[in-house]
């Protein structure tokens, strides 16, 4: 598949099936957001994978609040990225720079494992929106860590979708930032 088509192809999925997803093909997103970039190569995630039946509603149930977010309940698989400590000097360029490395670092390997989850067939939602202390309590995860984001993971049941984005010359300047 062509890189574009690819990145067409993902989307944010919001009904999945409820057929099982094979191990096999979680590790394999998993790897792909292993081998992402990051500041320093600090790699600073752990990804915990949710597929016990008990625990993905307990956590479905923490991602479906307020009214939003409902469609997470069918999701056969949540992953969990929990935000570790970054190496000595990703967090010294990350204090000198004032820039969140770690936050970029978590959200490209996000992205690898989405594009990745869709070049074998499944379907993914990130998810930004959920009560992330109740997560860090079903999940086990020590209170001083931080879950900046979840991922949904199944076999989608949603219609591909056309992208809606700005256009590219509202985005996109050459060599000056001001016409
Ligand atoms: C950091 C982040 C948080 C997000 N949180 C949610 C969320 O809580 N619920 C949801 O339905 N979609 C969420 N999304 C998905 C976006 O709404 C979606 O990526 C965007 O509308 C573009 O659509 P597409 O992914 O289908 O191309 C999130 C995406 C990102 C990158």
Request: with cysteine; aromatic share 6%.
């Amino acid at each position: 598949m062509e890189f574009q088509e690819l990145i067409l192809q993902r989307q944010s999925d919001r009904k999945y099936s409820s057929k099982p997803v094979e191990k096999e093909k979680i590790l394999k997103c998993i790897e792909s957001a292993r081998l992402s970039p990051s500041a320093c190569n600090a790699q600073p995630w752990t990804f915990v994978v949710v597929d016990d039946e008990g625990k993905r509603l307990e956590v479905e149930n923490a991602i479906a609040t307020l009214g939003m977010n409902g469609f997470a309940l069918q999701a056969p698989i949540v992953i969990a990225i929990v935000l570790e400590k970054p190496n000595l000097s990703s967090k010294i360029g990350s204090v000198i720079k004032d820039k969140e490395y770690t936050l970029m670092d978590i959200g490209i390997a996000t992205n690898q494992f989405c594009l990745q989850a869709s070049e074998i067939g499944l379907g993914t939602c990130i998810i930004g929106w959920f009560n992330e202390k109740k997560v860090k309590k079903v999940l086990n995860v020590p209170k001083n860590k931080r879950v900046p984001v979840l991922i949904l993971l199944g076999y989608s049941e949603s219609q591909q979708r056309q992208k809606i984005r700005k256009p590219i010359q509202e985005m996109c300047k050459f060599n000056s930032y001001k016409e």
